[in-house]
């Protein structure tokens, strides 16, 4: 946003998403090459897990990209990109079994998902409107668009704030299905864990840069008084 004394803040948050990124890339592509000893696919691991589970109204689908997956609730839709989709390997059951998790969450009415999927609209005009309004209140000396920046972007904060959990939770529920028959090697347990656990940095590191970049706001709007 600005290049000033604040940007010292955001320069480990940054060294740390970009190492959990490459974490997650390092350990997606590691256990994509290792065959889980089921021989599912990501697919088959997504529908027997959500058939366990009593959950019949979810469609598993596939959709173009790299690690595109997601859990779209309204339509009940688990969308795998499509090497999960159709590999065989740890990594690609893992990745099903986390966005099933947010299946399960939203077939149980876990509260943080709920709270996440209402902050959406928020968290959208804060991402988008923050910024601008605060550069134009900071460059013209107008408080009330600063503020209205750090109010529209506090929103936005809390949306990060609240995904934590939801993916967590989402990634304790898939390794516990995993561990329960879905998956039968020690090592291929480790694996997963792994993929899991890398993918739950990069929410670490999002929220942090968030964070961050909130108290920058709160910083700069300061020095304006």
């Known amino acids: ?33 290792i065959g889980n000893m089921a021989g599912i696919s990501g697919a088959e691991a997504a529908r027997a897990i959500l ?10 689908r596939e959709v173009n990209g790299v690690l595109t997956d997601h859990y779209h609730p309204t339509k009940k839709v688990v ?28 077939a149980n009415n876990y509260l943080p998902l709920t ?10 005009l804060g991402s988008q409107g923050a910024f ?6 900071f460059l013209f000396r107008i408080p009330m668009f600063m503020d209205l920046g750090i109010w529209f972007f506090a929103g936005a904060l809390l949306f990060h704030l609240i995904t934590l959990p939801v993916e967590f939770n989402a990634s304790a529920r898939a390794f516990k299905q ?8 020690t090592n291929e347990m480790k694996g997963a864990k792994a993929v899991l656990n890398a993918a739950a940095l990069t929410y670490v590191a999002s929220t942090l840069m968030a964070l961050m970049q909130l108290i920058r706001m709160l910083i700069l709007r300061g020095g304006r008084d």
């Open 51 to 60: 058939e366990r589970n009593g959950i019949f109204d979810v469609e598993v």
């Open 1 to 33: 946003m600005f290049f000033d004394s604040t940007i010292i803040l955001i320069i480990p948050v940054l060294i740390l998403a970009f190492w959990a990124q490459n974490k997650v890339q390092g350990n997606y592509k590691k256990y994509d090459k």
């Open 132 to 137: 601008p309004l605060f550069f134009i209140g």
């Open 178 to 185: 995993l561990n329960n028959g879905i998956l039968v090697g």
């Open 115 to 124: 709270l996440r999927a209402s902050l959406v609209p928020i968290a959208n």
């Open 79 to 106: 969308n795998l990109s499509s090497n999960v989709y159709h590999n065989r390997s740890i990594s690609a059951v893992s990745i099903a079994a986390h966005e099933v998790g947010h299946a399960m969450q939203h």
